[in-house]
């Protein structure tokens, strides 16, 4: 049998824990409460940026100073000339930001020229399944590419980093799984690219193909349903710990 001094003991433990269980889960609820204004500020944001009127792009001089934080998907105006350097494929199997995109295919990566002379790499569009097919590819963006200034209006996006379980890329086939640019410029020979690339939104080719267009914003938005998990398991520790206690006390 415990004695009373050892029971004090056990219940001062159990209450000690109990506290610091339940501080840890109010804690994480409302975190994720803080989550959820900071998805909200980051959504009104975005969308602004998408819906606004496209500016000019970026001097050569401010490229440096550009952030995800601050520039993605600001939506720009300017003229470039598609380079006849080889493009690159990105596998995707649907997109996150483009309504009209379902099913697999890929993203057709390509330099264009500024006429200042920089180099920016441009996201001409999406062609559907072709990712086995190297000569259809080739065919299809280069009814994309011509020799003549056009004026492009798109998105700046900054270079995706490839998650551990991303397959390399496929250099033969011009082939990536990850949105990274400057991966590309190396490998291919674009030379020296800008720091950020542009998902076009028009003009659309005549074929269709790639396919261009405008961006929405979809962002996971669940942080309301964790913090509530969160703060429902706190009151479960509670009534737990509450149940226990009036069992010691019923023991006394």
């Known amino acids: 049998m415990i004695a009373p001094a050892g029971r004090r003991r056990r219940g001062f433990g159990f209450a000690a824990f109990t506290l610091a269980m339940v501080a840890l889960l109010i804690g994480l609820g409302a975190w994720q409460l803080q989550r959820r204004v900071e998805k909200h500020a980051l959504i009104g944001a ?88 190297r000569a259809q590819q080739d065919r299809a963006v280069m009814r994309f590419v011509t020799s003549e200034p056009v004026t492009l209006i798109g998105y700046i996006r900054f270079p995706e980093t490839a998650g551990v379980l991303t397959p390399a890329e496929n250099s033969a086939n011009r082939l990536w799984f990850t949105r990274d640019h400057l991966a590309m410029a190396r490998v291919l020979g674009w030379g020296e690219v800008a720091p950020f690339y542009i998902d076009l939104e028009q003009p659309e080719p005549a074929s269709g193909i790639p396919k261009p267009g405008p961006l929405e914003v979809h962002l996971k938005d669940d942080h309301l349903q964790y913090a509530l998990t969160w703060f429902a398991l706190a009151g479960a520790v509670v009534i737990a710990f509450g149940v226990w206690l009036r069992a010691q006390r019923r023991a006394e």
């Open 46 to 133: 975005l969308t602004e940026r998408l819906a606004a009127a496209p500016g000019p792009l970026p001097l050569p001089a401010q490229w440096g100073a550009l952030s995800p934080a601050a520039d993605e998907f600001r939506r720009v105006r300017f003229a470039a000339t598609y380079a006849a350097g080889p493009d690159a494929m990105v596998y995707s199997s649907g997109s996150a930001v483009r309504e009209d995109i379902s099913g697999p295919g890929t993203w057709a990566f390509m330099p264009a020229r500024l006429p200042t002379g920089e180099i920016v790499v441009i996201n001409a569009g999406f062609v559907q399944n072709t990712m086995q097919d």
